[in-house]
């Protein structure tokens, strides 16, 4: 699956709260930057939406959109805190399609495990929610001035929840082991068409169920590495597309 995550904020002049003792921008960093990791070593593909410049704030968050309808990601998140009166805490989470608000659930729930407050599923006409071509999810993940949330909070365990939340449990023990190849096909080492590769550098392989060693999604392929008998189960990466499957 192909993730949009978009770290808060960090694009002046588009910048976040003040927190007690760090800004939103720290830790929306602090916790994007773990959840993209955990997402990328789970076998997803990740595209980071934050901008590196931007004009402005509504700049700024055209740009997060822009970067995921263009690479046609499948889900969008957008990960910030929230700031109030330095009373109010908890978490929230808002969406505005039907995907979005199950998914947002999910984290929403695994975030109230950590023992934050829950103020619900929301709906508000965020930019970055009404823009995007994908379900997509804006996380409050608690109040940086909050005594009360800030206590709590720790970067990973923040975004280890919304990456539970949003595919499960994360374990890379869990990854798929097998290829299922459905009709003859080649395994070659690019994305390049196998008619323009040398011969030697693919590999002809017939319907079955082979081992595989890791793989990852990425352009509308999966990368693979490969226990090649011919070569003594050397690992070596292979691509493959759509008329096989990994379980």
């Not at 593909?45 to 046609?72: E, F, M």
């Not at 908890?90 to 947002?104: D, I, N, W, Y």
Request: charged letters at 25%.
């Amino acid at each position: 699956m192909k993730f949009g995550i978009d770290i808060g904020h960090n694009c002046p002049p588009d910048t976040g709260a003040k927190g007690i003792d760090k800004t939103e921008d720290f830790l929306t960093k602090a916790v994007g930057e773990i959840a993209i990791q955990n997402l990328q070593k789970a076998g997803h593909t990740v595209v980071n939406c934050t901008p590196t410049s931007a004009t402005s704030v509504n700049d700024s968050l055209r740009k997060r959109v822009d970067k995921a309808n263009q690479a046609n990601v499948d889900f969008y998140v957008s990960i910030h805190f929230n700031s109030f009166n330095g009373k109010a805490h908890g978490t929230e989470v808002f969406a505005l399609s039907p995907k979005g608000r199950e998914v947002g659930k999910k984290v929403l729930d695994e975030i109230v495990a950590l023992g934050f407050n829950d103020r619900r599923i929301r709906e508000a006409n965020f930019f970055v929610l009404k823009n995007t071509n994908m379900p997509a999810i804006l996380i409050e993940c608690c109040f940086c001035d909050s005594p009360i949330d800030m206590a709590k909070f720790n970067a990973k365990a923040m975004a280890d929840a919304i990456t539970k939340g949003l595919i499960g449990n994360p374990d890379e023990n869990n990854k798929p082991q097998n290829l299922i190849i459905k009709i003859p096909t080649f395994l070659k080492p690019s994305t390049e068409q196998v008619k323009d590769l040398p011969k030697e550098s693919c590999i002809d392989i017939q319907p079955g169920t082979y081992p595989i060693m890791d793989f990852r999604f990425e352009e509308g392929h999966y990368f693979i590495e490969w226990p090649n008998t011919s070569q003594g189960n050397r690992r070596e990466h292979f691509v493959f597309a759509g008329h096989s499957e990994i379980r």
